[in-house]
């Protein structure tokens, strides 16, 4: 099958890039993600530790997508090779290997969570947060856990401290940079936060 557009990757960009070729132009999507969900906001993954399941399905957005007209859904697929001369690529996910041609090709794939070079960094209890199928996975240790350290300052490792600690957890924070939010505010601003 050919598609005006495929996007590869379900975050805000993709989602976007696909809803608004729809609305705009008219366009035949394909949107692939290799997760579940679709265009859920990041910065809420914090939140989601300690909200109940009524507001998790608030924070989902996933529906909208399914009742998009002109728009294809593959999730938990993810895209095997691209063949850019004759503009197709093949995928793999719950249907078995499967190849999708396209007029335009849109990759928004966002970031990858970053390992830092420590000792022990894949040790039983050591997690990562970047998706909602991560947040998943912690869930249950930081709801009985007493103790938690975070490493990265970032918008989500901050909030993610400020919320454990709001539920009776002892919080660390560790940043390789010298203050919270390093890619947001200097210095200064910083240590009104970090005080």
């Given at each position: 099958?050919?598609y005006?557009?495929?996007?590869?990757?379900?975050?805000g960009?993709?989602?976007?890039?696909?809803?608004?070729?729809?609305?705009?132009?008219?366009?035949?999507?394909l949107?692939?993600?290799t997760?579940?969900?679709v265009?859920?906001?990041?910065?809420d993954?914090p939140?989601m530790?300690?909200?109940?399941?009524s507001?998790?399905e608030?924070?989902?957005?996933?529906?909208?997508y399914?009742?998009?007209r002109?728009?294809v859904?593959?999730?938990?697929?993810?895209?095997?090779s691209?063949?850019?001369?004759?503009?197709t690529l093949?995928?793999?996910?719950?249907?078995?290997?499967e190849?999708?041609?396209?007029?335009?090709?849109?990759i928004?794939?966002?970031?990858?969570?970053?390992?830092?070079?420590?000792?022990g960094?894949?040790?039983?209890?050591?997690?990562f947060l970047?998706?909602f199928?991560?947040?998943?996975?912690i869930?249950p240790?930081?709801q009985?856990a007493?103790?938690?350290?975070?490493i990265?300052?970032?918008?989500?490792g901050?909030?993610?401290?400020?919320?454990?600690?709001?539920?009776?957890?002892?919080?660390t924070?560790?940043?390789?940079?010298?203050?919270?939010?390093p890619?947001a505010l200097?210095?200064d601003m910083?240590k009104?936060i970090?005080d």
């Amino acid at each position: 099958m050919e598609y005006d557009l495929i996007v590869i990757g379900g975050g805000g960009a993709g989602a976007t890039g696909a809803t608004e070729a729809i609305k705009y132009a008219g366009k035949e999507v394909l949107l692939i993600t290799t997760e579940e969900h679709v265009a859920y906001p990041r910065c809420d993954l914090p939140h989601m530790f300690f909200a109940d399941e009524s507001e998790i399905e608030h924070i989902l957005t996933d529906k909208i997508y399914d009742a998009q007209r002109n728009l294809v859904l593959k999730r938990k697929t993810a895209v095997k090779s691209v063949d850019f001369d004759k503009k197709t690529l093949k995928t793999e996910g719950p249907h078995g290997i499967e190849e999708f041609g396209y007029k335009s090709l849109l990759i928004a794939t966002g970031s990858r969570v970053f390992r830092p070079p420590i000792e022990g960094i894949e040790s039983e209890g050591v997690f990562f947060l970047r998706t909602f199928d991560h947040l998943m996975k912690i869930r249950p240790h930081i709801q009985k856990a007493k103790e938690v350290v975070v490493i990265g300052a970032g918008a989500i490792g901050v909030e993610l401290c400020e919320l454990t600690t709001k539920q009776g957890l002892k919080a660390t924070l560790v940043e390789a940079l010298p203050n919270v939010l390093p890619r947001a505010l200097d210095p200064d601003m910083a240590k009104i936060i970090e005080d």
